[in-house]
């Protein structure tokens, strides 16, 4: 494989410290199962890595069309891997849409494998190809391997009497099994998976077993000369221990249940499908040994009023949404607030306005976690940066959800949630355990009930309802301090109103740190969220080149670690690279009054690392005035529906 990453010197293929895959085809095509799968083969064998899913925003878009094109990016290697690369060395096309769609993006050089048998007239005509590119001399600056997949798939099928249409649904296994060819990866995973997956069904297994093993014998036997080479990548050093990939959304659930497993408490979950927290509650639903109850409501008001009812019974509730679902739940968010009752809120952000990219990432629902709810009503913010952060992230949101008594939301994304990457499963003893405790008795003079009497936390009782001798009132109208009577008038609201403020922001959170870099300096580039790994490696590679710029980002988004705006202060510009328009530059200016630069980003896609690199320069380059602003649409990561490199 002839790539820029890896040039033929002396007959032997050098290796790289990583190579970026691209599998892409037609929704149908299977894409996200075989990239899933090759993930797992490549964590398997050791290397680092990291993916990233990327699905058409249809639910069934016309076969064979551009707006069908479903893509799985997967950067692996032998060093750390903080992101799912730039460009790719190797794109796996399915058919002229797959193509067209994501050629833009493949490094010069780079290596495309193409199904001849997908080419036909309709399918270049549906994907606005004028000849056949594979013929027409356009993809001379790539090492192009065409051949006929889907031929070589009906033909390894045949001996189990599957029709043309049934046979070629095991493409994309003869497809993944010359990519485990290409870079040295074991099958035994693979049949296995397929054994247990269609294991009411083994004519069906066996089928695509024989197409995953024609497609790595295709590529031991052929000899062909040019760009088919196999690729060694060594493992990646690593301190012992057990180790599994993991998804946003999967270490989302698992974090869930640990930490209600170190409060000792039952988990309630109500939720409404929506893209992409869906997985949330598919993954809760099948922990249930671990007392975890999972509700599908009817809407997502119903969601999360349930999950309130259930932690004023005194079980941990947890609600999860994207954007639009956020919205909805609003009115019981403060609810919840006003009650002073745990609740774990996990948003999962997508692209909005309103339905907006439903399939895409964003950062844009920062404003609506620390302000968007109708009075005075805090409520503290965590963002994960990673798959594999999610998992202490959450842990976190139930800790403080239940120490402060509050909800507490919990910021992923999509590409968060989709990605995976290796993950070190911790030891459970290394966590603190931290059981909930539950008011048993009168807590007020002569045996009186205070139910809103607070601890040295600011946090009010945990009364379970039934508790002899403890009926109190609760809901939205306004309480007294203290007795918990209704109670609104102006000097009791404003104490009740201070209390829920300074309760929020008393919770304790790490001092901020400097993840690459000095305290203090010419830049800082202060990111949050998914941006963590672009932002790290692009601060790593600037340093490299002598610039004096470090990285912090920041997890505790509201209340805001103490330190920050004094390290902030420490350094003579701030850049805030964010998928939004700007919200957490504003809300670092309103803090702290930083003179805080915004890169924006908002074409539903992660930054790259050279885009972050390139706006990283502009604070070195002596030209006044350039710094920050808005990164353009890049056609390498979202091209256009009408396709095609420019």
Known sequence: MATAATQ?????????????????????????????????????????????????????????????????????????????????????????????????????????????????????????????????????????????????????????????????????????????????????????????????????????????DAGHAYGETAELAGPLRQVHLDPVPSAPGLYRTITGAEAVALGLVAGARLLRLPIFFGGYPITPASAVLHHLARMKEFNVTTFQAEDEIAAICAAIGASYAGQLGVTSSSGPGIALKTEAMGLAIMTELPLVIVNSQRGGPSTGLPTKTEQSDLYQAIYGRNGDAPMPVIAARSPADVFECAIEACRIAVQYMTPVMLLTDGYIANASEPWKVPDPESFERMPAEFLTEANGPDGTLLPYARDAHGARPWIKPGTPGLMHRIGGIEKAQGTGNIDYSPDNHQAMTDSRRDKVLGVQVSDQKVEIGEKTGRLAVVGWGSTYGPIHQAVSRARRKGFDVSHIHVRHIWPLPKNLGELLRGFDNVLVPEMNTGQFKTVLRDQFLVDAQPLTKTSGQPFQIAELEEAIAKFFDDIPGNEGGQVPANDQQLPSTEGGAK
Request: proline residues 6%; neutral net charge; without cysteine.
């Open 8 to 212: 033929p010197k002396d007959g032997i293929t050098a290796a790289p410290e990583a190579i970026v895959v691209r599998f892409a085809g037609d929704s149908g095509d299977g894409m996200q199962l075989t990239g899933g799968q090759f993930t797992l083969s490549t964590a398997l064998a050791g290397n680092d890595l990291a993916t990233f899913p990327d699905f058409p925003a249809e639910i069934r878009a016309p076969q064979g069309t551009l707006f069908g094109v479903s893509a799985f990016q997967i950067n692996f290697g032998s060093r750390e891997i903080d992101t799912a690369g730039d460009a790719p060395d190797v794109l796996v096309a399915m058919n002229p849409a797959a193509l067209k769609v994501n050629l833009s993006a493949v490094k010069p050089g780079g290596l495309i494998v193409a199904d001849t048998g997908a080419f036909t007239k309709r399918n270049l005509d549906k994907a606005k190809y004028e000849s056949n590119p594979l013929e027409d001399g356009s993809l001379a600056k790539y090492d192009l391997l065409a051949f006929d997949i889907s031929e070589k798939t009906i033909e390894a099928v045949k001996p189990f009497g599957l029709g043309n249409k049934d046979a070629l649904r095991s493409k994309n296994m003869w497809t993944l099994g010359l990519a485990l060819w290409m870079f040295g990866r074991p099958r035994k995973p693979i049949h296995d998976w397929l054994r247990q997956k269609f294991k009411s069904k083994p004519e069906i297994a066996d089928a695509n077993i024989a197409a995953l």
